[in-house]
């Protein structure tokens, strides 16, 4: 029976003024979430109590970088050198348990700066360490009873801002351990054959789960980046490397264990809890419950074809790139329909230099292929290119006998964060991309940023045709006949307040307008998305929407989990800085 280990509790203390003066916690509820200032917060002996139900689990932590602040009692300058030294590392917000890897969402309120404050407020009051599935529960239905807001941390990698808030109680479930391998799996109360599976924890990480797969010569349909979790991936639908072959990653998961908000622990998965099965694939994080576990399919480790390409602009004028970038786009649904994927980006030669020339560059891929198979799909296109356009290209094809261990090589550990960043993106279909050249030059050139413009070719025969077990999960149907994701970054300096305001506004009203209109009918990936998208839970979820915030509204009426780019996103709202009821 699969188990989730205990580890050593992270110890890190801070005294909560506003926490010792309420001594007694309410026994209703009101419209709004408490704080701390609230006369129904939790006393210290209601959070005393809870932190010995979980064997001392309760962190009440400062974020890293309080070390860096002069006026704070822990201000140290070796440990901020370090701190500072590390904070770019995806790896150490994952390992901290209220740091993010975008600070953005924390309001930039405590850097490893030391010309600024550390305004300790804007982080989750306290932290629920969680080793097993009943300190995951007790933290759960003390949030529900106390009307406390509840906040899940697997990694903190998240675009969307899901994994951190004030007024807080987190719980991190970066410590829940664990992973079996099955030889055949039936999922609980199911009957028939069983496949090749893999379980895991949902502390573990996309690099150990390829890792524990390899040691059985297989894969999982999983992320690129080995520092993303599987909570938030999984549950956002997740997109791969071998999707075109095997669907998302949530086509593959066979159940979840999971804390639902009512604090029970349940099984979902094609037999049992069906609704929720088909929530927790694709609706999004934070809000259906709490992840502790999921299993999902293994493959062999396929052979493929590779070839890295670019694709530089050599005329002054760029017009005539942006038609050789349309002309790519429009031959994208051939090379998908043979199965070909990968990632590519249109950025300036000199990235943070926007005045010289542009490149689209990527590498593609074909699972189990030859390179003469690959180039004979793939070269055609860029003699085109070469031919037609003024642009310079270059490719490399060569033979990869194991894609793991060329994915260690192309995707170390260690992903950039600490950038104050929002994303947006759209996924582009086949009726999108066959519109006149001049048409998609426009909405590519009026998408892009000035820094990069992302593309994933991560769908094709494997998603269009997906037959997961326990039907479609709830992403977006869009993902079902789309051809490329493309992604649109914005990012602006630290503290920069009006900046922030100009870029997240042209990433909602410019870029992402642009490609809205290409593909006006389609979505978005949740996960990579635009929080200020127009008619959001449409973008997020299309027809999917009713179904999932019904079933929301039968699992979670109290709104013991909330966000707002979330289900049930539009019944609550941040007013005046406390989670209060709204009339929608």
């Keep these: 029976m699969f188990t989730v280990s205990s580890l050593l509790c992270l110890s890190i203390a801070r005294s909560l003024s506003s926490a010792a003066s309420h001594l007694n916690g309410p026994t209703a509820h009101g419209p709004c979430k408490t704080t701390p200032n609230s006369t129904n917060w939790p006393s210290q002996a209601q959070w005393n109590t809870l932190n010995a139900s979980i064997a001392g689990q309760l962190l009440a932590p400062l974020p890293p ?35 993010v890897d975008e600070p953005n969402w924390e309001n930039d309120a405590c850097l490893p700066d030391s010309t600024h404050a550390c305004d300790v407020k804007q982080f989750p009051v306290y932290v629920v360490n969680a080793t097993v599935s009943a300190q995951v529960q007790a933290a ?38 664990g992973t079996q391998w099955h030889d055949s799996l039936v999922p609980q109360g199911c009957s028939g054959a069983g496949v090749p599976a893999l379980t895991a924890a949902a502390g573990h990480r996309m690099g150990e789960l390829y890792d524990t797969a390899a040691a059985h010569k297989s894969t999982i349909v999983g992320g690129e980046d ?56 694709g609706g999004g994080g934070s809000t259906f419950g709490v992840i502790i576990s999921a299993t999902f399919k293994v493959f062999p480790i396929p052979s493929m074809a590779w070839s890295h390409f670019t694709v530089t602009q050599y005329a002054a004028n760029t017009s005539s790139f942006w038609q050789a970038a349309a002309y790519f786009h429009s031959q994208l649904p051939d090379l998908v329909r043979s199965r070909m994927m990968g990632y590519y980006n249109i950025s300036a030669t000199i990235p943070t230099d926007p005045s010289t020339p542009l490149v689209l560059a990527g590498g593609f891929w074909i699972l189990n292929a030859s390179v003469t198979d690959f180039d004979g799909i793939f070269n055609p296109i860029l003699a085109h ?113 009006s900046l922030k305001q100009q870029q997240t506004s042209s990433l909602t009203n410019v870029y992402m307008a642009s490609l809205r209109r ?17 008619n959001l839970s449409q973008a997020y979820w299309g027809e999917n929407y009713p179904r999932l915030l019904n079933l929301k509204q039968q699992v979670d009426p109290d709104g013991v989990f909330w966000c707002a780019p979330c289900v049930g996103g539009e019944e609550w709202a941040l007013m005046d800085g406390k989670v209060c009821r709204t009339n929608n």
Aim: glycine share 8%; charged share 15%.
């Design 226 to 281: 080995p520092d993303v979790g599987i909570g938030g991936y999984f549950t956002g639908g997740g997109h791969s490397l071998i999707s075109a072959h095997y669907g998302l990653a949530a086509d593959n998961i066979l159940e979840f264990q999971v804390v639902t908000p009512s604090g029970s622990i349940e099984m979902l998965n094609e037999c049992s809890n069906t609704d929720l099965f088909f929530a927790f694939r």
């Design 65 to 99: 970088a309080a070390v860096c602040d002069r006026s704070l009692s822990v201000y140290d300058s070796t440990s901020c050198a370090s701190v500072a030294s590390q904070y770019t590392s995806s790896d150490f917000h994952a390992r901290d348990p209220v740091s």
């Design 518 to 534: 290409l593909a006006p009918d389609s979505g978005c990936y949740l996960n990579e998305a635009d929080v200020n998208e127009p």
């Design 385 to 497: 290119m070469s031919n037609v356009y003024p642009v310079v290209v270059s490719h490399n094809t060569t033979f990869v006998p194991s894609l793991y261990e060329w994915w260690k090589v192309q995707y170390p550990a260690g992903a950039v964060a600490a950038t104050d960043a929002r994303l947006g993106s759209r996924l582009l279909d086949e009726m999108a991309l066959s519109q006149p050249l001049d048409t998609l030059a426009d909405g590519l050139s009026k998408a892009y940023p000035g820094l990069v413009l992302l593309g994933n070719l991560v769908s094709g025969p494997g998603v269009w045709n997906a037959q997961p077990p326990g039907g479609l999960g709830s992403m977006t149907p869009a993902w079902r006949k789309a051809v490329t994701h493309l992604i649109v970054p914005v990012t602006w300096n630290f503290y920069n307040e």
């Design 140 to 177: 759960v239905n003390f949030g529900r009873l106390h009307n406390v807001r509840l906040i899940v941390k697997g990694t903190g990698h998240d675009y969307l801002g899901r994994s951190t808030a004030p007024d807080s109680l987190s719980i991190w479930t970066h410590n829940l351990r």
